[in-house]
């Protein structure tokens, strides 16, 4: 038995503890009215295996229960579940877990929070079996990679009341997103089409992979440098030429002659450019800079006194003009007693300068005229002195303008040489690459020996993960799944069972395989029939699991199957006295191949039952744990209203 339920227990706030004990390798029949807490049986046991989420219906259970605990037979031990009510929220990852070789429910004192749902699932997934593995989806598909684990076991254990007799869905929760692609991409390993060591084969590919990988790139790398049929060294001799590095002249393009002539270069040395100490550029700037302001204040002093010179000029011509207007005054001797014209006496109205002013202004112009000719050497030999100086710092700027453009003219010759020093070294460096790795083409297979084993290994173990061989298992493992649910079909007298019935993954159903064609179960009629298969579907994969020793907890939880045979509105004993002769023998056939089933392949099953009916053979009398009825309930009665 892979995992098996002993016992379950809840307690109240008091610390009160309610507890059903189970067979376990048997059938359990929990039977009783409607409304005792039989339907949030699978509930609690589905949030004490590790759902997050709290599904547990409002009402008197939600009221009053403040623990759930699951005791658990596993391959090698025991483990006691306990799982805290959440207060107020909608989920819960607190876990309660003591495992041990022989243990009994705890007392509420006892129950302490040491665990979460994380660290529970992957201790249920190792605890049952469930080795490393996964589901690698195909090419065309956006899912990621999934690795099955007790949770999607649990997908295979369930079937509530209102899924039974569901004639859409075959499974527990498959109406929730992404839960049907998971079960079935997790059903070919829980069946065994993948094979246990399918993960550790996938793993071996991908790690060979890698280092195919690795070593094809190698190899790439060393054609890269070598170039095809040695094509690469040809091109770097071309490229030694075309920087100008020494090299001979070669005959031909043989590698015996290119090789060597390419190792002569490896240990070329760059020869180094004379470089100009300091930067010289920086003083005859600077001397430039002084140069100019020189140039330019003695140009300022040269134009000063020009305009000097020149206004000296006009002045000179205006007074020798006014100078030879009043010398004519020197003609009298003596000035005339009425205002006369001096030249023809003729009268004249106004009167008529006295000769003596004229001859002091005359005087004084004289003087003055003298004295700017006396000082005009003195200017004309500044001028002379400013421009011999201006010339100079013209020549002083032509000169530093010729050194500055060659210092220019020498740097860049630098630069051109490094720049060229630069390419000659890029070249040598490719030239010492391709020697390093170079390898005479054909003097060395082992590479490529290294590379076709590798080749061989993945194409092999590839071959074992193909999708045909896991097609070709999974065929034959569902028909053995259909061999079963048809046999069984049949002992319940379902319709369509005369011809073969199948289960299909790709839909997730049971189909009957007629001649006119397939019939899958949404096309079914009758209620019987929904529930007939579903039981015969989880009755047949259990069968192969446990005689293929998979991975997957040997226990199903079957709700009210025997719904669709009784009225909606029932009495609460649900006798078959209330069934005609043919509902009370569909019944009774119902729970004989459940029972019979179960005795065969004992103790690896455990199914428990919660339903109705209670029929009154010794056989399923001594199943029945418990009966609900007459006050009798999963939460005691007087459990309502503690606080």
């Known amino acids: 038995m892979s995992l098996q339920i002993l016992a379950l227990a809840i307690y109240n706030r008091a610390g009160e503890r309610r507890e059903l004990r189970f067979q376990p390798g048997k059938v359990n029949v929990v039977t009783g009215a409607s409304k005792t807490g039989k339907t949030a049986l699978i509930d609690i046991v589905d949030y004490c295996l590790g759902r997050n989420e709290y599904t547990i219906r409002s009402g008197v259970i939600r009221d009053t229960v403040v623990w759930y605990v699951l005791h658990v037979q596993l391959p090698s031990s025991q483990a006691i579940i306990g799982r805290q009510a959440p207060d107020g929220a909608a989920t819960s990852t607190a876990v309660h877990l ?52 007790i949770k999607h076991a649990r997908f295979l254990l369930f079937q509530p009341q209102f899924r039974i007799a569901d004639p859409n869905l075959m499974f527990y929760r ?90 002569s270069l490896a240990d070329w040395t760059p020869a180094r450019p004379d470089a100009v100490a300091g930067n010289p550029l920086v003083p005859l700037q600077d001397e430039r800079e002084r140069l100019l302001a020189a140039a330019r204040a003695a140009q300022n002093e040269i134009d000063a006194a020009r305009s000097f010179a020149a206004a000296e000029d006009g002045y000179t011509a205006e007074a020798t003009d006014q100078k030879n207007r009043l010398s004519a005054i020197r003609l009298y001797k003596s000035e005339p007693d009425k205002p006369k014209c001096p030249l023809c006496e003729h009268d004249l109205n106004g009167s008529v300068p006295k000769a003596e002013a004229i001859r002091t202004s005359l005087a004084s112009l004289e003087q003055q005229m003298g004295t700017t000719t006396r000082q005009r050497p003195r200017l004309d ?114 319709e369509h069972s005369e011809s073969p019935i199948s289960f299909e993954l790709k839909n997730l159903t049971a189909v009957a395989h007629r001649g006119t064609g397939p019939i899958r179960l949404p096309q079914m009629g009758s209620g019987e029939n929904w529930m007939g298969y579903h039981v015969v579907t989880h009755l047949a994969l259990q069968k192969l699991f446990i005689e293929k020793q998979r991975p997957v907890p040997g226990l199903l939880m079957f709700d009210q199957p025997t719904q669709v045979y009784f009225p909606p509105e029932p009495s609460e004993d649900r006798s078959l006295d209330d069934l005609d002769d043919d509902d009370r023998e569909a019944v009774r056939r119902l729970f004989r191949l459940i029972f019979d089933v179960t005795e065969k392949l004992a103790p690896k099953l455990q199914v428990i039952i919660t339903d109705h009916a209670d029929l009154g053979e010794d056989w ?13 309930k999963l939460v005691p009665v007087s459990w309502i209203g503690v606080v």
């Open 98 to 149: 003591d495992v041990g070789g022989d243990l009994s429910l705890p007392d509420y004192p006892g129950l302490r929070v040491n665990s979460n749902t994380t660290a529970l699932e992957q201790f249920l997934t190792e605890a049952v079996g469930i080795r490393a593995n996964e589901h690698v989806p195909e090419s065309n598909e956006s899912s990621p990679p999934l690795r099955a684990n």
């Open 174 to 263: 498959q109406e929730e997103q992404f839960i049907p692609q998971h079960i079935k991409d997790t059903l070919p390993y829980f069946l065994g089409a993948t094979g246990d060591d399918q993960y550790e084969r996938l793993q071996r590919v991908r790690r060979l992979k890698r280092d195919l990988r690795i070593l094809q790139r190698r190899q790439a790398d060393e054609q890269s440098l070598r170039g095809r049929d040695d094509s690469r060294a040809v091109s770097l001799i071309a490229e030694a030429r075309n920087v100008g590095l020494p090299l001979a002249d070669l005959a031909g393009t043989a590698p015996e002659e290119i090789v060597p002539a390419l190792r």
């Open 381 to 494: 030999a500044f001028l002379t002195e400013r421009e011999t100086r201006l010339a100079d710092l013209r020549r002083q700027l032509t000169e530093n303008k010729a050194a500055i453009e060659a210092v220019v003219a020498q740097e860049e010759a630098i630069r051109r040489d490094r720049g060229r020093t630069t390419e000659q070294a890029k070249v040598v460096g490719r030239i010492s690459l391709f020697l390093e790795s170079y390898q005479p083409a054909g003097t060395d297979d082992s590479l490529q020996t290294r590379i076709a084993d590798l080749t061989a290994q993945v194409e092999a173990l590839e071959a074992g993960l193909s999708d045909e061989q896991v097609d070709d298992r999974l065929t034959s493992i569902l028909q053995l799944i259909g061999s079963d649910m048809t046999a069984w079909a049949r002992e319940l007298k379902l």
């Open 620 to 632: 399923f009398q001594a199943a029945v744990v418990e009966k609900w009825r007459r006050g009798n």
